[in-house]
Each structure stands twice: as structure tokens, then as C-alpha cells.
């Protein structure tokens, strides 16, 4: 049995991680061969392989990483891929979409949201003049409030410019969105959020994440950390 793992990506960190966990039948004895396709959306540069931490000759994308044998319990192949943005041509036959292309990060498809023109400036070959990877610092002022009682979890919630306590959203719902924050230091001396211990005895305000997300009016509620 293999066991994949795929690190979770974000636009700051160009690298696509995979690790494979293996788990043999016991009783097994004879050695095999794993063929692992490396994908043509990367490139060689920055491109690593490892079982169990030593290093594996890479082939050419659109080539076979091939691993022949006798694998244990636990044995780990770990690839790191460097991922790009770029562009395809979508699948359809009709002609008014003939020129229109899918932007990817990698293998991920990109989706964008807009209330103007959908043309971007400028060739294909200059995306990254178009589209700003944001940085991993963004994320330092995000956060989630939440509260056990009994077996159940509730999280503070923006709902109609109102703070609340709403049970734990599921993940990766528009809930989830509604009770995400920015913290926004009332003193412009302190823009840095490393712990929760940073904002103790601090006022601060809570931002709706929602709402910035929508370039809507910011909707904040002022607080005193405790």
C-alpha cells in the first residue's frame, strides 16, 4: 500500500511537495519497481527526489522516475517540484473561445474574480506583471476565535456587521470566512503578530476578513485583549 501526502501550496513558496509512505504486504519478499511520471508543467531547477533522505537522479519532465526495490514498512519517497504560473488553451471547439487561456500555478487551476474586463494586460509571457503571488506575512494577522462547550465548538462569527457565536463551520465553506479576522493594532507602533501572546492586554480591532475579501466597506469591532 503507498500512502500520499501533498503539502499544502501557497503563492510564496514555488514548490510543489509530495511524499509517498509505503506499506508492504507482509510476507514480501521480492523487489519492485515504482514508475513515477514527472510531470511537464516543471522544471529541473530546484528539482529534488529522496527515499528515506538520499538523493535520486531526477529525469527530464514528461520523463519516469523509476525506484526499483525491496521496500519496507515506512520506507518514504519525497519529491519537491518547482511549480510556475502558466498558461493553456481551454478544451472547447468553439470559435468565440478559441483564444481564451486557463492560467495554472502548477497544477492548480486558477480562478479569478472580477467585476470588469476578463483580458489581462500585456502577453502570456508576462503573468507574474499581471498576477501578485501574496506573501506569506498576509497571513500573520489572520485568526479564528473559538470556544468549547460541551461537544460542541463555537467560533466568533461576523453575521450582519454583528459579532456572534455560531458553531464551527465546516471547512473551506463561506462560514469559515465570516469568522476569520484581521487584527488591526490601534497603535500603528505594533503591526506584528507572531502569538496570541502579542496582543494580550492590547486593544486592538477585528477586521471581517469576509468583507476585504469583497473590496466591501472594512467592518470593524474594537476589542481589548484579555
Known sequence: MINQKVDPV????????VTFTFSPNEGSSQASTL????????HL??????????SLAIPAPGSFLS???KWSSGD???????????TEAIQDDRHQYASIQAILYGPYLLAGHTSGAWNLAGSVDSLSDSITPIPASYNEQLVSFSQDSGNSTFVLTNSNQSITMEENPKSGTDACLQATFKIVFNDSTSSKVLGINDVIDKSVMLECFSAARKRQQPCRHKFCCR
Open 35 to 42: 514508475n513515477l511520471r514527472i510531470p511537464v508543467w516543471t
Open 45 to 54: 531547477d530546484g528539482a529534488t527526489a529522496t527515499i528515506n533522505s538520499q
Open 10 to 17: 501557497v503563492s510564496s513558496d514555488p514548490y510543489l511537495r
Open 76 to 86: 518514504k519517497l519525497s519529491l519537491q517540484l518547482p511549480i510556475s504560473l502558466r
Open 67 to 69: 525506484v526499483n526495490r
